[in-house]
């Protein structure tokens, strides 16, 4: 997809969809669908120009095309060519004018997709033969050796490519190299760099200033002689980090498939993703080519590998697709390890996405993150840990919640998979750390077979968090009964065994237990022992309710969970004597299984 100046990715969109021409011409759209056929192009093969925008208002005279302001003046009768802004003339795309609108078109140049191959042409032409030097003029270094390139220049072979001002050096016929295309393709790291070019082909470079190096290089002598014999160069704009997506989006070899939409001028591009029904209902980042290039460099991964079959309408997804909604959601590039490994994890018959999405119970994906990453990427494990305020932990849940949306289909509504009666704000996104460090406990991951200290995502299938209050209890048996008789309640007091619980133990709770000598298991055993239910409560009837069990397990004793059925995890502010269950969806083979993911870079 193109959208505002910086071409949108997309995924479950049909390539017919049209766009918007009338006075100004959508490319994309009605334009692009009208071409003959020996022309057509899929949009997947489409991209944009993303630079400063410049219009030009395009109108027909008789058989000649006019192009104001500036650039083309007048073009062949039989197409139109486009001028891309700060560049020598480039006849990118050949449109017949027969298939525009009569009257004056604007384009503006920043939101024309090229569809003529599947990038721009961006390899730079062969460097001419004898020396080449690379400067900009906002390098201290670049303006000192200005005298040396006046004496190179003398000798009829040295061509001067300059990076911010193309007067820069005055008098010596610089190539403006602003687009910075020559730097990217020579690989240009310090101005200046010079370099000696036989036949197209480079021979040597030198970079920064040193006397006995440029004289080496071009076969003179008394190169500079009133300057130091070194001075180190400035970094190059190519290598800029801020420029480096933008860059690597508009010359590189793009490894994105994923098609392009074009949307017109005047279409807010925030209001065009809500239309087209990528939105959870809150506003979504465009995830425009340049983006999408940035979040893939969070990961080594390969930008087609196939990630995870997506539920419910089983499609392929690659971390590329993955990327795309992680921008989206608004997440930073090294979160996206996170947001894949999650994915896989979900996307497991262990966790059952499907089965979770297509209930009419409010539960959801919980994502517990464990491993040093929690800290290297910034999440939140402390003061409220299951609240708002943390983009890392709301945008990895949001970027998994999107992708089952957008790749796998999993919508809510009529006439959709997910059908919850009343659904959960959690559904957006649940996800946080587990607070390891001020833990008295070891990890949840370690539970599930990991070691301490490995990255890992566990997701739970669960409802919204539901507080446990117990400011009086300062011994473990006492604050255990609290916990247990709330955890009764995990969605009805008469259901029994069909359902876990992750049980969320806040710190002044925990230190209740480590002060008295219990660990993990300690607690979770005498909570089973504690949630053992007389069958005679649980029959449907007894309490005047007539939810409950069948009588056949009446005179028993029926427990609350099953074994494994309740799983603990340590974070939360450290000021405040509470805790929180989180009910989980229908457990076992049944239903969901926890499940244990390492995060891989």
């Known amino acids: 997809m193109s959208m505002s100046g910086a071409g949108i990715l997309g995924f479950r969109v049909a390539a017919s969809e049209p766009g918007a021409c009338s006075e100004r011409c959508s490319i994309g759209g009605s334009l692009f669908r009208n071409r003959p056929p020996r022309r057509t192009r899929s949009r997947e093969t489409m991209t944009e120009y993303d630079r400063e ?136 790291d310090v101005v200046p760099t010079l370099i000696r070019v036989e036949s197209g082909a480079e021979v040597d470079r030198v970079i920064g200033w040193h006397r006995a190096e440029w004289e080496a290089l071009s076969g003179e002598t008394n190169l500079g002689l009133l300057l130091p014999a070194q001075r180190p160069g400035c970094g190059s704009l190519s290598v800029d980090p801020n420029l480096e997506a933008e860059l690597a989006a508009r010359f590189g070899d793009s490894p994105l498939r994923a098609r392009r939409i074009a949307v017109a001028e005047q279409e807010d591009e925030i209001e065009a993703m809500y239309a087209r029904g990528w939105s959870d209902g809150l506003p979504l980042t465009p995830p425009t080519e340049k983006r999408v290039m940035a979040m893939l460099a969070g990961t080594s991964r390969k930008a087609d590998e196939v990630v995870a079959v997506v539920p419910p309408d089983h499609v392929e997804c690659s971390v590329e697709k993955v990327a795309i909604n992680a921008v989206m959601a608004g997440c930073r590039p090294e ?8 994915l896989e994890a979900a996307c497991t018959d262990a966790f059952n996405m499907h089965g979770l999405l297509s209930t009419t119970l409010g539960t959801g994906p919980v994502v517990i993150v464990n491993g040093p990453i929690r800290n290297e990427i910034g999440m939140n494990s402390g003061m409220n840990v299951l609240g708002q305020g943390n983009r890392a932990n709301l945008t990895i849940g949001r970027a998994l919640a999107l992708v089952i949306r957008n790749v796998g289909g999993g919508r809510p509504g009529e006439g959709e998979v997910d059908r919850a009666t009343f659904g959960s704000p959690m559904k957006l996104s649940f996800c946080f750390a587990e607070d390891e460090e001020h833990s008295p406990w070891h990890p949840l991951a370690v539970d599930h077979g990991f070691e301490a200290g490995v990255n890992t995502v566990t997701l739970f299938a669960g409802e919204g968090p539901r507080n446990i209050i117990d400011q009086l209890s300062r011994d473990p048996e006492s604050l255990a009964r609290s916990f247990a008789v709330n955890m009764r309640t995990v969605h009805h007091p008469k259901m029994a065994i069909g359902f876990d619980c992750l049980l969320v133990v806040g710190p002044e709770h925990a230190r209740v237990f480590h002060q008295a000598g219990w660990d993990k298991a300690k607690l979770i055993e005498r909570l089973h022992e504690l949630l053992q239910i007389p069958g ?32 603990i995890v340590h974070c939360g502010g450290r000021a405040g004597l509470f805790s929180a269950l989180i009910g989980g969806w229908i457990s076992g083979e049944m239903g969901s299984q926890l499940v244990t993911k390492e995060i891989t870079p």
């Open 536 to 567: 005679d409560e649980l029959v449907r009837g007894a309490g005047g309710i007539a939810e409950g069990l069948p009588e056949g397990v009446a005179g028993t004793m029926i427990p609350k969970f099953r074994p494994g059925g309740i799983q």
């Open 335 to 342: 979160y996206l390890p996170v947001v894949i490994a999650a």
């Open 53 to 188: 925008p410049r219009a030009l208002f395009v109108h027909r005279e008789g058989d000649v095309w006019q192009c104001d302001p500036g650039g083309l003046d007048k073009i062949h009768k039989n197409s139109l060519a486009l001028l891309l802004p700060g560049t020598e003339p480039i006849f990118a795309e050949w449109l017949a004018p027969g298939q525009i609108a009569p009257g004056k078109m604007p384009v503006l140049l920043s939101r024309v997709l090229m569809a003529s191959s599947p990038r721009l042409s961006t390899a730079a032409p062969r460097l001419p033969s004898g020396l080449v030097a690379f400067v900009k003029k906002s390098c201290a270094t670049c303006e000192a050796v200005v005298p040396v390139l006046e004496q190179l220049a003398a000798r009829g072979d040295l061509t001067i490519y300059c990076q911010d001002d193309p007067k820069f050096p005055e008098d010596l016929g610089a190539i403006d190299d602003s687009t910075l295309l020559y730097s990217w393709r020579q690989q240009i």
